[in-house]
């Protein structure tokens, strides 16, 4: 069964990931994100909006070492502001998460955080990701 997963990004991210100018994303481990969940890319301020989606691709769980070495031999497209955060992580015993991005889609209208709370309930977006319970397919086929 697919699962929706609210990402939250900072613009720059999102856009880059909606232009299909990332492949993996790198995230500290909150929880299994699955092959083929969907996943919701939020835009944090100064947007506040979900610009698109995603479907989730491979997943991998490891301490710094193991996602560097997965995430060289993975991902092609990994830029210097993303080797910046992974470096936080070099001398840390937390669990990271490398996820692939497949089928990136940017939406033709951006659902504004205020539709997310009137809505979906959303009171707040996530500071990295979580599961969100309610369907949200709607949303996926407006494009």
Request: net charge positive; aromatic share 12%; glycine share 6%.
């Amino acid at each position: 069964m697919t699962r929706y997963v609210l990402m939250s990004f900072k613009p720059l991210f999102a856009y880059k990931i909606l232009g299909k100018a990332m492949d993996c994303e790198v995230r500290t481990y909150f929880g299994e994100i699955r092959e083929g969940d969907i996943v919701l890319v939020y835009a944090s301020s100064p947007i506040k909006a979900i610009l698109g989606y995603f479907k989730a691709g491979k997943s991998f769980t490891g301490t710094y070492k193991t996602i560097v070495e997965i995430l060289k031999r993975e991902c092609m497209m990994f830029d210097e502001d993303n080797w910046n955060f992974i470096k936080r992580y070099q001398h840390s015993k937390r669990k990271l998460l490398l996820l692939k991005i497949r089928e990136p889609v940017k939406l033709k209208n951006p659902i504004s955080l205020h539709e997310l709370r009137r809505t979906y309930g959303v009171k707040q977006p996530p500071r990295s990701y979580s599961i969100v319970e309610f369907n949200v397919g709607e949303v996926t086929k407006v494009k």
